[in-house]
């Protein structure tokens, strides 16, 4: 019988370590993991314990250490922001503590009503373990097919939006089970529906996913349409160079037939400049370098002395439509607003962007102005006079800064306007 008993204990705690593995990948999908063999031991054993604490009725110890404990794991093992943070905790949180206490109560009901027979008793110990396992199992598939990038995706508003949502559940379970009546049975309505409506917040979360795919998708098909743009100009120039070469080979041929030397090599020169502004390479991705292109171009047309600095051969954790949002924004305000400046000579703007050795992105923009800036409640709004939609530029790239948990800085003077960027973990 004890050895009977002590394989049914170790047959218990298999379960018990796998709905732990199965909670560790969930919370991955909110937010990423401190690096290190440490932090991820404190992970993994802390998934395990919370995801199989005991509830019971009026048990506010338990219920209150498994709150406190889950919320210290994500702010301190988890990178990122604390919505993000906060929203494993009030998504998973209510899940956890409703299960829990539901698998437990019902099959203690039954136990009840059959006197609690010792083969019921063995089934128990064995059920116990396999049903939560399971609820775990399909929770994880859920996040997995439909939430996979949650993490990457959602920002700062949509994190505190799905906060808001789940924290109704999150204060009705708790509080149904901190003054639970004396009939246990009275909380499963509560208890399923806060289990439904966490589900449901997760239905919701995709709902988001798509959307904002959708509108990636859509930007990334603007983004192509200007590359090809882009691409049409160079062609256009090229043929258009082409069909005046014997010109251009007629006319140096005689300078240099004249004597005239140092007027052909000049000549030389421009033909070179001229090809060479129509196909300058900034970076390897060919979207976000038609981008520039196109910008450092159109910055040249309107005699803006430009300099381009950019090194992003390193880049891998910001995807192309993120950083054509950023350079696209910026460059069109700098170059916006250096063509009000009367005076070409005054005319300037530089853009410097690099990935550092330690991963971190930096992004720097500045440009001469002599427009006024219009400031209200820490937003900046466009001085264009047809009242249109404008000024969205700087929100568009905040909210690709905050996409990425980075900092942007925004700085002036009476002539000139900088705007910096810093993203981690790039």
Same mark, same amino acid.
């Given at each position: 019988m004890n050895i009977i008993l002590t394989i049914t204990s170790y047959l218990y705690n298999i379960p018990l370590l796998v709905q732990g593995f199965l909670l560790y990948q969930i919370l991955s999908h909110f937010a990423g993991r401190r690096p290190g063999k440490f932090w991820t031991a404190i992970v993994y054993i802390s998934c395990t314990v919370i995801s199989s604490m005991i509830i019971f009725p009026n048990d506010l110890f338990n219920v209150t250490i498994v709150l406190i404990w889950f919320a210290l794991l994500m702010v301190l093992a988890f990178q990122g922001s604390i919505w993000q943070k906060l929203a494993a905790v009030f998504v998973l949180y209510p899940l956890i503590?409703?299960?829990?206490?539901?698998?437990?109560?019902?099959?203690?009901?039954?136990?009840d009503s059959l006197g609690w027979p010792k083969p019921w008793d063995m089934f128990c110990t064995i059920a116990d373990p396999i049903l939560h396992l399971l609820i775990w199992y399909c929770i994880y598939k859920i996040f997995?097919?439909?939430?996979?990038?949650?993490?990457?995706?959602?920002?700062?508003k949509i994190w505190i939006l799905l906060n808001i949502i789940c924290l109704a559940s999150l204060v009705s379970i708790t509080?149904?089970?901190?003054?639970?009546? #004396?009939?246990?049975?009275?909380?499963?309505?509560?208890?399923?529906?806060?289990?439904?409506?966490?589900?449901?917040c997760i239905a919701l979360a995709e709902y988001f996913i798509i959307s904002i795919q959708q509108d990636m998708e859509r930007k990334n098909l603007i983004l192509q349409k200007s590359y090809y743009e882009e691409l049409e100009q160079n062609q256009a120039q090229? %043929?258009?160079? %082409?069909?005046?070469?014997?010109?251009?080979?007629?006319?140096?041929?005689?300078?240099?037939?004249?004597? %005239?030397q140092e007027e052909a090599e000049q000549y030389l020169q421009e033909i070179e400049g001229e090809l060479a502004v129509r196909s300058r390479v900034f970076c390897k991705n060919s979207i976000i370098n038609a981008i520039l292109n196109a910008k450092y171009n159109l910055a040249l047309e309107h005699h803006i002395d430009s300099f381009f600095?950019?090194?992003?051969?390193?880049?891998?954790?910001? *995807?192309?439509?993120?950083?054509?949002?950023?350079?696209?924004?910026?460059?069109?305000n700098a170059i916006e607003a250096s063509v009000k400046i009367p005076d070409i000579k005054e005319r300037h703007l530089s853009v410097k962007a690099r990935v550092t050795e330690n991963g971190y992105f930096t992004y720097e923009i500045s440009n001469a102005k002599k427009n006024a800036i219009l400031e209200q409640k820490g937003r900046f709004k466009s001085d264009k006079a047809d009242g249109?939609?404008?000024?969205?530029?700087?929100?568009?790239? %905040? #909210?690709?800064? #905050?996409?990425?948990?980075?900092?942007? *800085?925004?700085?002036?003077t009476e002539d000139t306007f900088t705007v910096t960027v810093l993203i981690g973990n790039a």
């Open positions: 503590i409703s299960q829990n206490f539901l698998v437990m109560d019902i099959l203690g009901h039954l136990g997995q097919k439909h939430l996979p990038q949650i993490g990457k995706l959602f920002d700062n509080t149904c089970i901190y003054f639970a009546p #004396e009939q246990s049975i009275k909380m499963w309505p509560a208890a399923f529906a806060c289990f439904a409506t966490n589900l449901g090229i %043929r258009k160079l %082409r069909h005046d070469m014997n010109n251009h080979l007629s006319t140096i041929q005689a300078l240099f037939r004249s004597g %005239r600095h950019i090194d992003l051969d390193k880049l891998i954790g910001i *995807d192309a439509i993120s950083l054509c949002c950023l350079f696209s924004n910026t460059l069109d249109g939609p404008h000024g969205l530029g700087l929100s568009n790239v %905040r #909210e690709t800064v #905050e996409k990425y948990n980075g900092t942007l *800085d925004i700085s002036y």
